[in-house]
């Protein structure tokens, strides 16, 4: 298992990266899966909208991108983080910017677990999963 973070175009750095892959690794471990090669990439806003358009053909931006690559119960996958629009939620939910990365970080791992947020039930489930997992971390 390799939990790896790269930055790119951006001059923020993740505070608590170590515990949080720590973390990352206990919530997979938790969905009864195994965790292999996650690869967090940080980058800014329009690289993350590109991406949707080609892949998703969403023409929006967005916080996250998760990219699954899993291989039966073993967990892979890339997940983009734009850190502008993420800083953007983190003012508008008057949490730290670190917290809120933390979050959509956990957000795109849920993803690769199997879940969706697609209707309201389903986003209050991972939102409450995200508010667990976050608290875990800061403790």
């Known amino acids: 298992m390799r939990i790896r973070i790269f930055y790119d175009k951006t001059n923020f750095r993740l505070g608590g990266w170590r515990k949080a892959g720590k ?7 938790k969905e009864g899966k195994i965790p292999g090669d996650l690869n967090f ?12 358009v080609q892949f998703l053909g969403h023409d929006f931006f ?13 967990v892979n996958g890339e997940i ?9 939620n983190a003012i508008n ?3 730290s910017l670190n917290d809120e990365v933390l ?5 795109g791992v849920l993803h690769l677990l199997g879940y969706d947020d697609t209707t309201k039930k389903e ?5 409450e999963m995200e508010d667990f997992w976050i608290g ?4």
Not at 23 to 29: D, F, N, Q, Y
Not at 103 to 107: A, E, G, Q, S, T
């Open 93 to 95: 939910y008057n949490v």
């Open 80 to 88: 983009y983080v734009s850190e502008e629009t993420v800083r953007l």
């Open 103 to 107: 979050r959509v970080m956990i957000h």
């Open 41 to 52: 990439i940080l980058t800014d806003r329009e690289s993350v909208r590109k991406m949707n």
């Open 62 to 74: 967005t916080d996250v991108l998760t990219f699954n690559n899993n291989n039966g119960a073993l």
């Open 123 to 127: 986003r209050e489930k991972m939102h």
């Open 23 to 29: 973390v990352i690794e206990r919530v997979i471990r």
């Open 136 to 139: 875990v971390i800061k403790e």
